[in-house]
């Protein structure tokens, strides 16, 4: 397994701009999240899904940011419009519901998307 | 409330010395607990989870529920181990709590 896969690598912008990210999870997870990295806040968790369902979005800054999970393979975070403060690493994350009788919630991570807006 | 806290946000130590990062928590019920670790520019990826009870490139680190604390420990620091390490909980909702994270800088 290639393990979680994000697109595009490295993303510069001008603010004003839509920008979208995208996410496929590895095949067969259960959960997929979405996380921001940045010096001044470190690691924040923006929305996570459950079988494509959002479950929790209070980590979403604002309504300039929206997220969907269309199937179990795919999952995109969109900034509309961008702004410079949101420049940050968006990482995508997925792990095994334990229900399906895995012991860790143990996430796996993507390599992350590295968002600049000038 | 549920948090995990990383009191240092950089920790500097010379090649073969002994570092232990600090991690505590606040959880009402049964976490279970990770360190993960972050070399420049890479993804986050495992370094350890309590319930492995296991060893990694030299990495140790013990749950103590009475000081609710899950700190990491290698005797001896190599260069290689400089990085950002991330300790974090979860509970039974499948979602992670990070740290904010400790730079671990290991001078030659």
Same mark, same amino acid.
């Not at chain 1, 993507?110 to 807006?117: D, E, F, K, N």
């Not at chain 2, 990062?21 to 959880?27: A, F, I, M, T, V």
């Not at chain 2, 495992?46 to 990491?72: M, Q, W």
């Given at each position: 397994d290639a393990g979680v896969i994000q697109s595009p690598r490295h993303e510069v912008t001008e603010m004003g701009q839509e920008v979208t990210l995208r996410c496929k999870p590895i095949s067969g997870h259960d959960y997929l999240f979405w996380y921001r990295q940045t010096m001044m806040r470190g690691l924040e968790l923006l929305i996570y899904f459950n079988n494509n369902v959002p479950i929790d979005d209070s980590g979403m800054p604002e *309504?300039?940011?929206?997220?969907?999970?269309?199937?179990?393979?795919?999952?995109?975070?969109?900034?509309?419009?961008?702004?410079?403060? *949101?420049?940050?690493v968006y990482f995508c994350a997925s792990s095994f519901d334990l229900s399906t009788g895995r012991e860790s919630y143990e996430q796996y991570f993507g390599p992350g998307t590295r968002l600049t807006v000038t | 409330a549920q948090?995990?806290?990383?009191? #240092?946000?950089?920790?500097?130590?010379?090649?073969?010395?002994?570092? #232990?990062l600090k991690c505590n928590?606040?959880?009402?019920?049964s976490p279970e607990l990770f360190w993960y670790v972050q070399y420049s520019r890479q993804r986050l990826q495992l370094l350890l989870r309590h319930i492995s009870r296991e060893s990694i490139k030299g990495f140790t680190a013990d749950l103590n529920k009475g000081e609710t604390s899950f700190h990491l420990k290698k005797p001896f620091a190599q260069e290689e181990d400089s990085a950002m390490y991330y300790c974090a909980l979860t509970g039974n909702t499948g979602k992670l709590i990070f740290g904010q994270g400790t730079t671990l800088q290991v001078k030659p």
């Amino acid at each position: 397994d290639a393990g979680v896969i994000q697109s595009p690598r490295h993303e510069v912008t001008e603010m004003g701009q839509e920008v979208t990210l995208r996410c496929k999870p590895i095949s067969g997870h259960d959960y997929l999240f979405w996380y921001r990295q940045t010096m001044m806040r470190g690691l924040e968790l923006l929305i996570y899904f459950n079988n494509n369902v959002p479950i929790d979005d209070s980590g979403m800054p604002e *309504d300039r940011f929206s997220a969907k999970m269309p199937n179990a393979s795919f999952s995109t975070l969109k900034i509309q419009p961008s702004e410079p403060r *949101d420049s940050a690493v968006y990482f995508c994350a997925s792990s095994f519901d334990l229900s399906t009788g895995r012991e860790s919630y143990e996430q796996y991570f993507g390599p992350g998307t590295r968002l600049t807006v000038t | 409330a549920q948090r995990v806290t990383q009191p #240092e946000k950089l920790l500097s130590v010379f090649k073969g010395a002994p570092v #232990e990062l600090k991690c505590n928590y606040s959880y009402s019920g049964s976490p279970e607990l990770f360190w993960y670790v972050q070399y420049s520019r890479q993804r986050l990826q495992l370094l350890l989870r309590h319930i492995s009870r296991e060893s990694i490139k030299g990495f140790t680190a013990d749950l103590n529920k009475g000081e609710t604390s899950f700190h990491l420990k290698k005797p001896f620091a190599q260069e290689e181990d400089s990085a950002m390490y991330y300790c974090a909980l979860t509970g039974n909702t499948g979602k992670l709590i990070f740290g904010q994270g400790t730079t671990l800088q290991v001078k030659p």
